[in-house]
């Protein structure tokens, strides 16, 4: 069974930056269509962006501008470098393979002064 590390959240002020990482075990982690998503306190856990095998991206439209996703098929890695950050932009982020049950730990984010 593959399984995902989440690493790279912490504090950080309102308008900096984070590079969250995502380390898969397995060795066809390149045909993995894989997703970030997060889950802000009080609420339901939504979808961040997704980047499937050939590298296609898609951001929902409340994600885009702020946040990239991006893969690294040699490092079994998928990263999300999210900008300009907002307190809004707390909470837990996790990272998926799409279509797959479960998640992982994830790796807290907080944007606070």
């Known amino acids: 069974q593959v399984q995902f590390v989440e690493s790279g959240g912490g504090l950080v002020q309102p308008g900096g930056s984070l590079r969250l990482s995502c380390a898969a075990s397995?060795?066809?982690?390149?045909?993995?269509?894989m997703g970030w998503y997060r889950q802000a306190p009080g609420k339901q856990r939504e979808l961040v962006a997704t980047?499937?095998?050939?590298?296609?991206?898609y951001y929902p439209d409340s994600m885009k501008g702020r946040f990239t996703i991006s893969r690294d098929n040699a490092k079994n890695t998928v990263y999300l470098q999210m900008n300009s950050l907002k307190p809004e932009d707390t909470g837990v982020y996790y990272c998926?393979?799409?279509?797959?049950?479960?998640w992982g730990q994830g790796t807290q984010v907080t944007v606070s002064s």
């Open positions: 998926k393979k799409i279509g797959s049950p479960g």
């Open positions: 397995g060795s066809i982690f390149a045909t993995y269509a």
């Open positions: 980047i499937d095998a050939g590298g296609r991206l």
